[in-house]
């Protein structure tokens, strides 16, 4: 993809929350509530995970860069941060709450009304130095990507020892743990 | 799992088809037709292998356990079976293909009717050797997850230097393939 095609992040970003509820909505907890071990997520936390970032991330850091550029940078985002998200909730709850804020933001993306040279307007990620606003959005779909990619494998981790001899044809299976928590 | 549990493979199972309907069904082709580089696959050709692994591999090697047991070797799995599955078709097409073939190949296990104890039954894979049906059905489950793993990489893979500097934190953009397709 040579240039940031806006249209494309948003037809990404709008199916998110269909493939989840698709996958995980009244799956048994014997999949949504085991992890991969120790000090590592199940699904139920990564859906939770994904509602704080739409809090705390995307659309505030895209107005954090259209308000004040690079004089500012954006507030550190808490990859814990979503243990009150979760809190006394049940997985449906969580589903339905991650489709509702994923729709309100895509409704504040639609009405910040982007021209492509605003994609190339700057802001300050406290870590990574300057960014510019396609970035962000491309990383936003990436987020999603890399957590659908981490569901998957969170999913097939609680057959491994299930599968036998086929776990050496399994993709999945051989997937290490990358990002931090992903 | 300490034991396999047949209603929750078949509950997996179940939505695979949805969950690739709600992720593929009209996303633009600049996510849906491009791969990860030479003799790669698109998520086009996932969905053609996945319809062809309904036609010529769960079912039918359940099959041959249960009426041969270890007396006769499973057909070899062709990869690249798939060919004639895609040709002239819609991706739209596939997912209602997928979505057919997979609800008639789980009506064909539940009336199998099987029990615990034929869990254990055992058959010949070409090069794995001795194979039970338990092991069998969880691998349909982990083929699915392998291959949703596979489109999330795939389809993150087309922003992979559009996200910039966030490359560094998304886990989906550091996974190398795994299995041969997948």
Redesign the interface.
């Known amino acids: 993809?040579p240039q940031?095609?806006l249209?494309?992040t948003i037809?990404?970003l709008a199916?998110?929350p269909?493939?989840l509820?698709?996958?995980l909505r009244d799956?048994?907890d014997?999949?949504t509530r085991?992890n991969e071990g120790d000090n590592t997520w199940d699904a139920f936390n990564v859906v939770g995970h994904l509602i704080h970032a739409e809090r705390a991330d995307w659309i505030p850091r895209a107005k954090m860069i259209l308000d004040f550029g690079e004089a500012c940078a954006f507030e550190p985002f808490d990859r814990e941060g979503h243990a009150r998200e979760i809190q006394g909730k049940s997985l449906s709850q969580l589903l339905d709450e991650f489709s509702r804020v994923r729709s309100e933001n895509l409704d504040k993306l639609r009405a910040f009304n982007l021209q492509p040279k605003d994609l190339e307007r700057r802001g300050l990620?406290p870590s990574?130095?300057s960014?510019?606003l396609?970035?962000?959005l491309?990383?936003w779909?990436?987020?999603d990507?890399?957590h659908?990619?981490?569901i998957?494998?969170i999913?097939?981790h609680?057959?491994r020892q299930?599968?036998?001899?086929?776990?050496?044809?399994?993709?999945?299976?051989?997937?290490a743990?990358?990002?931090?928590k992903?």
């Open positions: 993809m940031h095609n249209d494309d037809s990404l199916r998110t269909a493939t509820n698709a996958l799956l048994p014997t999949w085991r990620h990574l130095g960014v510019t396609s970035q962000l491309a990383t779909v990436g987020h990507l890399t659908l990619h981490q998957s494998r999913l097939a609680q057959y299930t599968v036998g001899p086929w776990s050496a044809y399994l993709g999945v299976l051989h997937c743990g990358h990002s931090e992903a």
